[in-house]
């Protein structure tokens, strides 16, 4: 029987692209399929993952060069961990746990069963997955999408038809042409009803503006090119910046480097108890204010006039939202790290429901917010849900941005969203389960340990009576998923017990 929406209306299945095979891909093209449909997911790296899959290679360019496209996807270090539990790092019904050895007897080789584990476990992760769901026969591997454009005639709108034309190349031939080159290259031109970007927006760096920063002749670099801390050994390293990527890679470097110097928009705002523990336990760790000038001969000056001398500066400044290939005649920009218009951050108005994206919202908890976008999307996309009128989806985004501004939320971090806004999307809009109440508070308490101490929360047995108990029950229903995991078949039965006994 053929699916219908809530009128009797039949749902209409879609020729649809995305782009990007990375957690945020993955989780809207199951939710596409799911509503029947075709999907095709170009992704230029050689296998899923994103981000996830660690690439020891940097970009030979100019790592300075931030308006050059990047040729090196993965920003990932070797060290990473994951800032969050894997419980709460699961897709809605096949958990985070790693598959038993055939047979029983513990965790399969190869393997990380901490609770919080490096990249590697999370790229193997989505490889089952993947695998579970039978995604992959839908992904063009090492696939370039050089261009999306609409297609003629351009109507676009809630309700207008509009198609697109996505042209795309193999990814080892685009390295090796200029952008002039591009248009003679071997390009695959198609066209898709609807374009689902899925991108991510941890690859293209941000870098701020120093005085002598184009003069300074030691070695300047983004923490998108930082893998391992030996090349740094001995050396004075200055970190600009104080997130969590500028701590973790200074307790990284701290070991190997002879001197890290943090560098801080406001030492009073980095002096949290994190930062204040790490340097009462390390002596080569110092933090000081921004950066004022580099200077010819090596010096680095601060803000407060104290200087250092460096062999490297690190730029842990985060990442630019970047879609190089998207023309959108000027619909959709990125504008001071602000992608818009986007109807809670998916939809463009004025081109919704042909163009979406999904990831864009950070400080969320993945990859659950990535389904239920996705289910949003692809509900809409077959007519079994509709979206409010291009002037009420316009006037929901105004409205946003005023109420960010009173609130003095400087414009880059329009995408940081709120906990209860992250958590009602999937309810208000596509009927998506909730997350559950224990995993919220987990979160609340890994957040308020990482805030007191960078180096030890991942190892602090703090939680709740509440999270105990139910981690107890999710750990034993999830077992059942992990024992003796046939890498080739889905556990899709276990899976959905997981999810709905808690």
């Known amino acids: 029987m053929d699916m ?20 945020a891909g993955l989780a809207a093209e199951r939710e596409l399929r799911r509503e029947g449909h075709a999907v095709t997911v170009l992704e230029q790296g050689g296998d899923v993952g994103g981000q996830w899959l660690y690439d020891p290679r940097t970009d030979e360019s100019d790592p300075l060069d931030a308006a050059a496209p990047v040729r090196v996807h993965s920003s990932m270090y070797a060290s990473l961990r994951l800032l969050g539990p894997r419980e709460v790092m699961g897709f809605s019904d096949f958990q985070f746990v790693p598959p038993r050895k055939s047979g029983g007897g513990g965790t399969a080789p190869g393997r990380d069963r901490r609770r919080f584990p490096g990249h590697r476990e999370v790229y193997l992760y989505l490889k089952d997955f993947c695998r579970s769901a039978g995604l992959a026969d839908a992904v063009r591997f090492n696939t370039r999408v050089v261009r999306v454009a609409m297609a003629p005639p351009r109507r676009g709108g809630s309700g207008n038809a509009l198609k697109w034309v996505v042209r795309s190349m193999d990814a080892g031939l685009w390295k090796q042409y200029t952008d002039d080159q591009m248009t003679e290259a071997r390009c695959v031109e198609e066209v898709f009803d609807a374009v689902v970007v899925a991108t991510g927006h941890y690859s293209q760096p941000r870098l701020p503006s120093i005085q002598g920063m184009g003069d300074w002749r030691r070695r300047q670099l983004h923490s998108h090119s930082y893998r391992v801390p030996d090349p740094f050994r001995d050396e004075v390293v200055v970190l600009v910046g104080c997130g969590d990527s500028g701590m973790d890679i200074a307790l990284d470097l701290r070991a190997v480097a002879r001197e890290v110097h943090l560098s801080a928009k406001s030492v009073e705002a980095a ?11 390390h002596a080569n760790l110092r933090l000081h204010p921004q950066i004022e000038r580099l200077c010819e001969d090596g ?36 504008d001071d790290n602000r992608v818009g218009p986007l109807f809670e951050h998916t939809f463009p108005p004025s081109l919704a429901p042909w163009l979406s994206f999904v990831g864009i919202p950070r400080k969320v908890m993945v990859p659950w917010f990535f389904e239920a976008q996705g289910r949003w999307i692809a509900g809409v996309l077959s007519g079994r849900w509709a979206l409010p009128t291009e002037e009420d989806m316009m006037r929901s985004v105004e409205e946003y941005y005023r109420a960010r501004k009173l609130a003095g939320v400087p414009k880059e971090y329009t995408h940081d969203v709120e906990p209860h806004k992250m958590y009602e999307l999937g309810e208000k809009y596509c009927d998506f389960p909730r997350t559950e109440d224990w995993k919220r508070e987990l979160m609340a308490i890994i957040s308020r340990n990482t805030s007191d101490d960078m180096e030890t929360f991942r190892d602090r047995d703090d939680d709740s009576d509440n999270v105990r108990k139910c981690l107890q029950k999710w750990y034993g229903l999830a077992e059942h998923q992990a024992q003796d995991e046939d890498p080739a078949a889905s556990s899709s039965a276990a899976q959905a017990t997981v999810h709905s006994s808690l």
């Open 271 to 281: 002096m949290t108890p994190a930062m204040s523990k790490m340097l009462a336990r």
């Open 4 to 23: 219908v929406n809530s009128i009797g209306n039949p749902l209409a299945s879609r020729k649809v692209c995305v782009i990007g095979a990375g957690m």
């Open 299 to 334: 010096r680095v000056v601060f803000a407060d006039g104290t200087g250092v001398v460096a062999d490297t500066v690190m730029y842990c400044t985060g990442y630019c939202y970047s879609f190089p290939f998207l023309d959108t005649e000027g619909r959709v920009t990125v």
